[in-house]
């Protein structure tokens, strides 16, 4: 990709819409120290976005929540403050201590009826899903890269007709358009595969970080 695009003016701007609209709180703010603490790496979503995922829950009056990709629990925080009374978020994550530093997150949020995170790899998870809990208003896709295709699948099989599919770092600073990795090449597949499915009706936000990413907005009309 060329370098033209000034990362430190993307960050600045991501920045300001951030202090603008998604000022940090106690419990956001706590969850990005617990994660900090615990040595988890620092790939969570930023306020932006959060506060993306979560009007995005409200718009949709999703009322069940699946995320696939729980690190810290900082978006899930974000999504499970969008829900009404009784509804319920369930995430999915392959790494214990994750999951550990999570639930803990999720507590001291005060989010933690509404919130569950289970262990273990996210395909089985949705394996075993099907079709007992389904279906869900919504699912975030932000684990493994090389999964997306297979998460869409998987996604699919556990939505209600009108729901929404959101998936994180579907751009990639760009590498999408030649990819060159595993990653890349997986998720460039996903938002092909996304855009030749008649039954789903789709965009990518750009998402502002020290590149350019996107949010696959993605809405299931079978
Ligand atoms: N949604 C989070 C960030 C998730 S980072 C936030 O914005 O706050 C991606 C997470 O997916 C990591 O915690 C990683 O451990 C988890 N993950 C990776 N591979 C996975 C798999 N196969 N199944 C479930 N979780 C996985
Ligand atoms: C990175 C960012 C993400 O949003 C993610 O889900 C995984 C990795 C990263 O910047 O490396
Ligand atoms: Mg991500």
């Given at each position: 990709m060329p370098e033209t695009i000034d990362a430190r003016l993307l960050a600045a701007i991501d920045d300001y819409v951030g202090r603008l609209y998604a000022p940090p709180d106690w419990a956001l703010s706590n969850a990005i120290e617990l994660a900090r603490r615990a040595g988890l790496p620092a790939i969570n979503v930023s306020p932006s976005e959060g506060k993306l995922l979560n009007l995005l829950v409200g718009l949709a009056g999703a009322r069940r929540v699946l995320e696939i990709g729980?690190?810290?629990?900082y978006s899930a925080i974000w999504m499970a403050?969008?829900?009404?009374?009784g509804g319920r978020l369930v995430s999915l994550e392959i790494d214990r201590r994750h999951a550990e530093v999570a639930r803990n997150a999720v507590e001291a949020a005060g989010l933690a009826e509404k919130v569950e995170i289970r262990v273990g790899r996210a395909l089985d998870a949705l394996a075993a899903m099907v079709p007992e809990?389904?279906?869900?208003d919504l699912v975030f896709i932000d684990a493994d890269k090389d999964a997306y295709p297979a998460y869409l699948d998987a996604s699919l099989l556990l939505l209600r007709p009108g729901g929404l599919i959101l998936a994180d770092n579907t751009i990639r600073g760009g590498d999408v358009?030649?990819?060159?990795d595993e990653a890349a090449r997986a998720i460039a597949e996903f938002n092909e595969r996304v855009a030749a499915d008649p039954r789903l009706s789709a965009v990518i936000v750009p998402i502002m970080r020290e590149r350019i990413d996107g949010l696959a907005v993605i809405r299931y009309l079978p």
């Open positions: 729980t690190l810290g629990g403050r969008a829900l009404p009374p809990e389904a279906p869900f358009l030649a990819p060159h």
